[in-house]
């Protein structure tokens, strides 16, 4: 899960570029994949800290 979440701040990163340097003509799916983006990196966060309390409570 921590590959995946690393991963997507990546991805976030490479699509706020596009956005304020708009390499593409359809800037509104670069929008759309950039919140979608932030979306999953906060469920993966959440999924990390709750293993983590998880194993520290065994």
Known sequence: MKICLKELRETGI??????????MKIL???????????????I???????ASKNKESK
């Open 44 to 50: 993966f966060n959440k999924s990390i800290d709750t």
């Open 28 to 42: 509104v799916l670069a929008e759309k994949a950039f919140a979608e983006s932030n979306e999953l990196a906060a």
């Open 14 to 23: 490479c699509l706020k570029i596009i956005i304020r340097k708009p390499v």
